[in-house]
């Protein structure tokens, strides 16, 4: 998908463009827009649908204003902008004899239209795949628990194995397939900042959602967010 929208083209609409300070600045101030929304959504579930992760994530909200100034200080390097599918996950990808069918390129459903048309760099599609892995994992995990209640630390475990198998499988592979083409940045520390922040905003876009939609899965996106936040405090 981000190969052919990174092939040449002479339509401005589509042509892929270098990736500068000013769209990560772009991308930073996106990621503010959406912290803002997710920590006014917290702020709404206090006392009433909280738990654990969103308690402490609604504590750590300057370390999100910093965690931006972190990831947007230095200019990227090697990193290019294409149309992007913009709400790329699991439901999105159909599996169809021996082939898969990626749909829905509307963008996020909350965005107004120019947003969706913005050319972005394409690791927001991978973030939004990885966030849908950890999705994917949780619900597998409350629907044991529901069942095999003695079973719900045994299944969580699994599942925190099987995130780290299937995330780096993605990844690997998603970096051999772009290899050829200008979707892949070429410079790993752009790359590693490009996809942390990218995943940043997907889940505080997230932790936005679930807050005003379904408070009891809110403890995903405020894990991610929280994870993210200690990484860069460990330097990982």
Do not use: C
């Not at 006014?40 to 006392?47: K, P, V």
């Not at 996020?108 to 994992?137: C, H, N, Q, W």
């Not at 290899?179 to 490009?194: C, I, K, N, Q, Y």
């Amino acid at each position: 998908m981000h190969n052919a929208f990174a092939v040449e083209t002479d339509d401005p609409a589509f042509a892929a463009e270098p990736f500068d300070h000013a769209d990560l600045y772009a991308l930073g101030d996106d990621t503010r827009r959406q912290a803002e929304r997710a920590f006014r959504g917290l702020d709404g579930l206090a006392g009433r649908g909280s738990n654990a992760a969103s308690t402490e994530l609604a504590g750590r909200r300057h370390e999100v204003e910093a965690a931006i100034e972190t990831l947007t200080a230095r200019a990227p390097q090697g990193a290019t902008k294409t149309r992007i599918h913009g709400d790329y996950h699991l439901g999105q990808v159909l599996a169809a004899e021996d082939d898969l069918i990626i749909v829905d390129f509307e963008g996020e459903p909350s965005r107004p239209a120019d947003e969706r048309r913005i050319k972005s760099t394409p690791l927001r599609d991978v973030a939004g795949m990885l966030r849908s892995f950890a999705y994917g994992a949780e619900t597998v995990t409350r629907g044991i628990a529901a069942r095999f209640s003695d079973s719900e630390e045994r299944a969580r475990r699994a599942s925190i194995a099987w995130r780290g198998m299937i995330d780096a499988a993605f990844l690997d592979g998603y970096r051999e397939a772009v290899s050829v083409s200008r979707a892949a940045v070429t410079d790993p520390e752009t790359e590693g900042r490009l996809l942390r922040l990218s995943l940043l905003t997907k889940a505080l876009y997230e932790v936005d959602y679930e807050a005003n939609n379904r408070p009891d899965w809110i403890e995903i996106p405020a894990r991610g967010v929280l994870n993210i936040l200690d990484e860069i405090k460990r330097g990982v």
